[in-house]
Antibody
Framework: EVQLVESGGGLVQPGGSLRLSCRDSTFSFSTYWMHWVRQAPGKGLEWVAN????????YYADSVRGRFTISRDNAKNSLYLEMTSLTADDTAVYYC??????WGQGTTVTVAS | QTVVTQEPSLTVSPGGTVTLTCASSAGAVTSSYYTNWFQQKPAQPPRALIHSTFNKHSWTPARFSGSLLGGRAALTLSGVQPEDEADYYC????????FGGGTKLTVL
């Protein structure tokens, strides 16, 4: 049973922007911290950002701070990642995760001209 | 920036026991750092195995266990199965979350 589904990935030019979404099919989304994690092709996992249950606290990796914004809409059971000023180094599969226990299948972001 | 280091690769025989470790450039890893362990197979998302250093999820096979060993977090697989061949990642909290570089486990 797939509980987290990411969407919004695609091909974007360097300097461009993209918004990723993660939809939680359960009724308890609002009770969990949520995370975004990425994995560049052939590389390891990198934590990107996380957000508290009510959206009142957010934290970012140094590599994305100031360019990426994490947010959530508990009424829609959805998590978002707004990405701006994208570079080739941001090319990766992006996963959302619910308090590290449940992960989505990922959505692929490719930054290239 | 804290760097978390894992063995790049390990090989174990079926039925054997292997321990993967997770070390920090910031010093000893303790239970205060909420170590998580994940398994990832090719073309699949990571699957959570251990949380808060020692605790298994409901779906974690009994042969997996988490511990602290000599200032490192550790994941031990006892009675290794062929399906345990995968990449394993630790994740540690240092005021922000940091993944280790991963260990490629080969069952041979």
């Amino acid at each position: 049973e797939v509980q987290l589904v990411e969407s919004g990935g695609g091909l974007v030019q360097p300097g461009g922007s993209l918004r990723l979404s993660c939809r939680d099919s359960t009724f308890s989304f609002s009770t969990y911290w949520m995370h975004w994690v990425r994995q560049a092709p052939g590389k390891g996992l990198e934590w990107v950002a996380n957000i508290r249950q009510d959206g009142g606290e957010t934290y970012y990796a140094d590599s994305v701070r100031g360019r990426f914004t994490i947010s959530r809409d508990n009424a829609k059971n959805s998590l978002y990642l707004e990405m701006t000023s994208l570079t080739a180094d941001d090319t990766a599969v992006y996963y959302c995760a619910r308090e590290w226990s449940v992960w989505g299948q990922g959505t692929t972001v490719t930054v290239a001209s | 920036q804290t760097v978390v280091t894992q063995e790049p690769s390990l090989t174990v025989s079926p039925g054997g026991t292997v321990t993967l470790t997770c070390a920090s450039s910031a010093g000893a890893v303790t239970s205060s750092y909420y170590t998580n362990w994940f398994q990832q197979k090719p073309a699949q998302p990571p699957r959570a195995l251990i949380h808060s250093t020692f605790n298994k999820h409901s779906w974690t096979p009994a042969r997996f266990s988490g511990s602290l060993l000599g200032g490192r977090a550790a994941l031990t697989l006892s009675g290794v199965q062929p399906e345990d061949e995968a990449d394993y990642y630790c994740l540690v909290y240092y005021g922000g979350w940091v993944f280790g570089g991963g260990t490629k486990l080969t069952v041979l």
